[in-house]
């Protein structure tokens, strides 16, 4: 398919590169901040600006920008007859397209983007859905050729993964922080931990995280607690944190 | 050498094993639950007991039993002239021996172990103590055969290390019980989110847990925050959880 990219951060630059790997042809790729349009364009062989300029043989358009610029972004962006317009984002709605586009929907691919690293986009779940037949059926096509996991979902629903999200990477990896800060307080470094985060992973993968689930909270074992809360007084959030998590662990399991 | 363990719980377990593969010869495995007892004892091709009486010809003991357990035990034991005893404990210091033993240590490995996982151990660290140079030289000579990350760490520094385990696996893992509530909540299966706790994983090896932030926290997004707060109403524990880490990645990034 024709397809015009709008957007050259992280999710930007990881789809336009894995559409363009599946076949399609990157059209264009519009960014306003520019920053990194003209290398991504270089590498996609294609033209870059940087206004929502769409030229008129373009069949699909993701806007792969964060939700106040997709706010933005629609109110003067002009999608060409037979276009279908989609975006990227967990958390919006397809309100965002209804007042001046007639094809549209989302094209969400739940996975953490960091630039200059490679994806295999064909294990990535992507999330798909459309105010119309045609919006559809065009966008789930596009999204079964780059990936083996192509679900319907609905923006409620979509939400609630978002969400899901914002647990297993973004506060999972400031555990990881965490435990950078603690181990440092050994005196040893972070990777001493990573035998037991894989692990970790790997058991979670075997067994699911309520069977996977072990350490002082789940025995409520409060004197190495009350111990371990101690050793924190070095840090107030961690010692939140501590407190927090341990307290749902113990309601969970033992409440 | 010849080893008598003391605990056939998940640690017991493992270390017997890991040790009986390094060609170790493991004479006896007591435990007073007797629960894996004799199992792991048929295994080992070992004696067993539930009684802590230990062969005299035994070199180390290991007990790999609870703290308050390690405490009792210690009342009743008696460790024969020329043997070295070790405890597994993350939290445990010293002292625990001390009333009435002449060599002894610790034996600590940094993994989250569970029952018929098999553990590649020459990949786990192991954190060894002890009282004087006889104990150090034994414990880490033992060490040295299964472990190719052995460490010298005081009591102090290990229950730092302990505590950064709690974080990075316990908590980790209740983000991953997170995950899959809220990915219900989608009608959506947890293995979905696989790939993301992957790459999560393989970002912060790569990038380190500060590199890897990514998410509505680290980017102060008030809107978003507050969405994904309204969509949590339906369980009070992981509000406060996602109130509190957020926080703490806002102070970490923003403040």
């Known amino acids: 398919m024709n397809i015009v990219i709008i957007g050259a951060g992280r999710v930007g630059t990881a789809l336009s590169m894995a559409l363009n790997n599946s076949g399609h042809n990157i059209l264009k790729v519009i960014s306003r901040s520019g920053k990194n349009t003209e290398r991504l364009a270089g590498i996609l062989g294609c033209e870059y600006g940087n206004k ?22 629609m109110k003067e962006i002009n999608i060409p007859d037979n276009t279908v317009i989609a975006h990227t984002a967990g958390s919006v709605g397809l309100e965002v397209f209804e007042r001046h586009i007639t094809d549209f929907g989302v094209f969400y691919p739940l996975q953490t983007f960091t630039m200059g690293r490679d994806y295999d986009f064909h294990s990535i779940p992507l999330f798909i859905e459309a105010n119309n037949k045609k ?35 973004n506060f999972v990896n400031h555990m990881y922080y965490a435990g950078k800060e603690i181990t440092g307080m050994a ?24 069977r996977s689930q072990t350490g002082p909270a789940i025995r409520n074992d409060k004197k190495t607690i009350e111990k371990h809360l101690d050793l924190l007084s070095f840090s107030p959030d961690l010692q939140k ?10 309601n969970k399991y033992t409440g």
């Open 52 to 73: 929502p300029v769409i030229p008129p043989a373009s069949e699909v358009v993701i806007a792969a920008v964060n939700d106040d610029a997709l706010y933005s972004l």
């Open 135 to 169: 919006s559809h059926s065009v966008l789930k096509s596009l999204a079964l050729t780059v990936s083996e996991k192509v679900f319907d979902l609905s923006s409620e629903k979509r939400r609630y993964l978002h969400l899901a999200a914002v647990f297993v990477c």
């Open 187 to 210: 005196g040893m470094e972070f990777n001493v931990l990573l035998p037991l985060l894989e692990e970790t992973l790997e058991k979670v993968y075997e067994l699911g995280p309520e």
């Open 241 to 250: 944190m501590y407190r927090v998590i341990t307290g749902a662990i113990i």
